[in-house]
T-cell receptor, first 114, second 112 residues
Framework: DTGVSQDPRHKITKRGQNVTFRCDPI?????LYWYRQTLGQGPEFLTY????????KSRLLSDRFSAERPKGSFSTLEIQRTEQGDSAMYLC????????????FGPGTRLTVL | GDSVTQMEGPVTLSEEAFLTINCTYT??????LFWYVQYPGEGLQLLLK?????DKGSNKGFEATYRKETTSFHLEKGSVQVSDSAVYFC???????????FGSGTQLTVLP
């Protein structure tokens, strides 16, 4: 399968715990994006990478959130000290280049914070 | 900042009915415009796109025209099928930037 994959698909955690999600983009894609989607809403942009460089972060991304893309391949999104408001679907997408290029989305990681 | 406003759902139609889902946007410059679709249990997929004014994107019988004067990108299909039942998202991206700004989505249900 050459699509975008995400792991885990579901994560249940207790408030205050740290969680980490992984995204594997399509292999030749140099851009990788993270979005968050809550029920009944469209995805909201969090951050994106061009190769290994993190080029932009949304104001939605609090200090408890950090993302990395070592070596410009897979990416991880870590949330520290989770809060109930962090419960959402976290989506990863990748694209070949910049604006106007199709973004291919992964299936998402559903986070539930108890 | 940039924003996308979509027609609120849910929308329920009978098979072979005509579909319109309205989408308007606010953005500086000349963004690229997209319609993404999310079928039940699946991830988001690009349905169609348009990158400049008066462009028409089309795919699977769906069409949308980039109207700069009305800042709109309405999605249309002449005859919907049960298999078109899904959530449809309108989105934009600014030139030179990759991140998408999405509308809130419109749930479409097509009844046989």
């Amino acid at each position: 399968d050459t699509g975008v994959s995400q792991d885990p698909r579901h994560k249940i955690t207790k408030r205050g715990q740290n969680v980490t999600f992984r995204c594997d983009p399509i292999s030749e894609h140099n851009r990788l994006y993270w979005y968050r989607q809550t029920l009944g809403q469209g995805p909201e942009f969090l951050t994106y990478f061009q190769n290994e460089a993190q080029l932009e972060k949304s104001r939605l991304l609090s200090d408890r959130f950090s993302a990395e893309r070592p070596k410009g391949s897979f990416s991880t999104l870590e949330i520290q000290r989770t809060e109930q408001g962090d419960s959402a679907m976290y989506l990863c997408a990748s694209s070949l280049g910049s604006g106007g290029d199709e973004q291919f989305f992964g299936p998402g990681t559903r986070l539930t914070v108890l | 900042g940039d924003s996308v406003t979509q027609m609120e759902g849910p929308v329920t139609l009978s098979e072979e009915a005509f579909l319109t889902i309205n989408c308007t946007y606010t953005a500086t410059g000349y963004p690229s415009l997209f319609w993404y679709v999310q079928y039940p249990g699946e991830g988001l997929q690009l349905l169609l796109k348009a990158t400049k004014a008066d462009d028409k994107g089309s795919n699977k019988g769906f069409e949308a025209t980039y109207r700069k004067e009305t800042t709109s990108f309405h999605l249309e299909k002449g005859s919907v099928q049960v298999s078109d039942s899904a959530v449809y998202f309108c989105a934009l991206s600014r030139r030179g930037e990759g991140q998408l700004t999405f509308g809130s989505g419109t749930q479409l249900t097509v009844l046989p």
